[in-house]
């Protein structure tokens, strides 16, 4: 089993910054991808990056450009920078864990952006 938990989420104006952090814990061993998702209000969860353990990433392309996924595995620790938010970047994120066998998901943190 692998427990995450996610901070950093907030209000924010348009075009400010957030970061957020992703806590693993447990069988932190067996995780090879970790990523984050949003879902916005009335619409459904999207993927917004992944990182693989080797630090190989991948990101949707609305935050392409605007958004960084890093990872400190001797942590266990995956964190979404994100920059030049939009209001359309409001929603919950969560933050993934998938290992050979589960995908795991954290509780989420809210993201606002005002206009």
């Known amino acids: 089993q692998v427990q995450l938990v996610e901070s950093g989420g907030g209000l924010v104006q348009a075009g400010g910054s957030l970061r957020l952090s992703c806590v693993a814990s447990?069988?932190?061993?067996?995780?090879?991808?970790m990523g984050w998702y949003r879902q916005a209000p009335g619409k459904q969860r999207e993927l917004v990056a992944t990182?693989?353990?080797?630090?190989?990433?991948y990101y949707a392309g609305p935050v392409k450009g605007r958004f960084t996924v890093a990872r400190d595995n001797a942590k266990n620790t995956a964190y979404l920078q994100m920059t030049s938010l939009k209001p359309e970047d409001t929603g919950v994120y969560s933050c993934?864990?998938?290992?050979?066998?589960?995908?795991?998901w954290g509780q989420g943190t809210q993201v606002t952006v005002s206009s």
């Open positions: 447990g069988s932190t061993n067996s995780v090879n991808t």
């Open positions: 993934t864990a998938i290992a050979p066998f589960a995908i795991y």
């Open positions: 990182i693989t353990r080797g630090l190989n990433t």
